[in-house]
């Protein structure tokens, strides 16, 4: 069972635009909803994160949406850059408690052309 | 900032053989995680350990074991590796939010 399911695969944008990447989850009980960025030959690491009190959440240029009825959250990229291009991870878990394992979309290979 | 070390940036090892992939973290969290990362399917999580000598099986544990003799380093070991397990390995350790390590790129031939 996937819990959390992203989209698109692959996402390619010019220059300037907006990237927008979607994931849905199915466990209620998620309650921290963070994004990862991986560039080639690193290991992802935390651009962003989202509790679900707040429908949205934004760092410069990187925006959370976030549709609690939906179980739905997003990420859009404004102004995209080619500094931009990587792989992004929306994840999901339950906060409290000692474990607070993540489980993660499959990603989203994001080139930003030009 | 945190740093976590894998040991090996690349390995190839041979089916049957035992492997070792070892990772170190700086900062005295509790949390640690293993996680393979292979294209179309994301990071899924192998195995976890929450304190010293304390681990939980993660979504597909079977096949590997974990070592965490201490706070700072948390093991994983194939026992026998097989050919699907070639893969790229990522190790986490937690606070407020993961750091990960770069990755260990393990071929099994």
Redesign the interface.
């Known amino acids: 069972q996937q819990q959390v399911k992203?989209s698109p695969?692959s996402l390619i944008v010019q220059k300037g635009g907006i990237s927008i990447i979607n994931c849905a989850y199915e466990n209620t009980a998620f309650d921290y909803f963070?994004w990862?960025q991986q560039f080639p030959?690193?290991?992802?690491?935390?651009l962003i994160?989202i509790r679900p009190d707040v429908s949205e959440k934004k760092e410069g240029r990187f925006t959370i949406s976030f549709n609690k009825s939906a179980k739905q959250f997003s990420l859009h990229i404004m102004d995209s850059q080619p500094g931009d291009s990587a792989t992004y991870?929306c994840a999901a878990s339950i906060s409290g408690g000692?474990?607070?394992?993540?489980?993660?979309?499959?990603?989203t290979l994001l080139t930003v052309n030009p | 900032d945190v740093k976590?070390t894998q040991s090996s940036r690349y390995l190839v090892k041979r089916t049957g053989e035992k492997v070792f992939l070892e990772c170190v973290q700086d900062m005295d969290h509790?949390?640690m995680?293993w996680?393979r990362q292979d294209p179309?399917?994301?990071?899924?999580?192998i195995y976890?350990s929450?304190?010293v000598k304390m681990k939980?099986k993660?979504d597909i544990p079977e096949g590997y074991s974990v070592s965490r003799e201490k706070k700072e380093r948390f093991s994983l070991i194939l026992e026998s590796a097989s050919t699907n397990q070639t893969s790229m390995y990522?190790c986490?350790s937690?606070n407020y939010?993961?750091?990960?390590?770069?990755?260990t790129r393990l071929t099994v031939v």
């Open positions: 992203q695969q963070p990862y030959g690193k290991g992802p690491a935390l994160a991870f000692s474990n607070y394992k993540l489980t993660f979309g499959k990603g | 976590v509790e949390n995680f996680y179309g399917l994301g990071l899924r999580l976890f929450y304190d939980e993660g990522l986490a937690r939010g993961y750091t990960f390590g770069s990755g």
